[in-house]
């Protein structure tokens, strides 16, 4: 039979105030796990947001300035195609021809963002692996290392989608400012480069809180000791003395 040496939980009482060490590492095991988690639901968030930006056919938009403040048409362009609305309510699409006509901030942004995706996605299952409220590993140390490399994963798919989102951008107001490209062919800011920035930065965040929240996976400081005692019979005699 094993009894503990020990009690779970001492505490330390001064002038009505009680402090419990095992208990305050409880709490810091479960505030740190809290934050684990928020950091890969917004890491979760962000990834969810570069696939919306990578699909949304709004990079640049039509920009109405000087005689294009009427229009009968508004076109959207994106890494993908382009679309012309029409002030009917009618909406055609169509893809790319060829690749060779993009610009070259268009093909990087085509494979920075594609490459940014798929590597957030493999840090989403890593840091699942290493989450502490899963068991898809036992050793804590080793869970705080793989939460940490996840963390990076991310950070990296963030400055990946951060590159070509604000390479476009600068693009687009330096024509916009161009005084030699006419106003039927500026454009301004679409909808895409605000979610590419807002997933690029829950990312990087996400990340962040995933590289410092494993500091609580290590060896409870409180371990419980167990000593053996022996049983006794009827007559308060160690049962070894029987045959």
Do not use: H
């Not at 609305?85 to 093909?107: I, P, R, V």
């Not at 299952?125 to 991310?154: E, H, M, P």
């Amino acid at each position: 039979m094993l009894i503990p040496t020990e009690p779970l939980l001492w505490t330390w009482k001064s002038q009505g105030f009680t402090f419990s060490p095992r208990r305050c590492w409880q709490e810091l095991s479960m505030a740190m796990m809290t934050m684990q988690m928020g950091g890969l639901m917004m890491a979760a968030l962000g990834w969810l947001g570069s696939i919306l930006t990578c699909a949304l056919p709004m990079w640049k938009v039509t920009a109405f300035i000087g005689s294009n403040i009427v229009v009968a048409q508004v076109f959207w362009e994106g890494l993908w195609m382009n679309c012309v609305y029409e002030s009917t309510g009618q909406m055609q699409c169509k893809a790319y021809d060829s690749l060779l006509e993009l610009t070259s901030d268009l093909q990087a942004a085509r494979a920075l963002v594609v490459t940014s995706i798929f590597v957030a996605f493999l840090a989403f299952f890593i840091a699942l692996s290493g989450a502490d409220c899963t068991r898809c590993v036992d050793d804590n140390s080793t869970k705080t290392r793989i939460s940490a490399v996840a963390g990076v994963i991310f950070i990296m798919a963030s400055i990946m989608l951060l590159i070509p989102v604000s390479w476009s951008a600068n693009s687009i107001v330096s024509n916009f400012y161009n005084p030699m490209v006419p106003e039927a062919l500026k454009r301004e800011l679409g909808a895409a480069l605000y979610i590419g920035w807002a997933s690029s930065a829950l990312q990087l965040f996400g990340g962040g809180v995933l590289c410092c929240s494993g500091s609580q996976s290590q060896q409870d400081p409180y371990p419980k000791k167990y000593r053996a005692v022996k049983t006794c019979g009827p007559m308060g005699y160690a049962m070894k003395d029987y045959v």
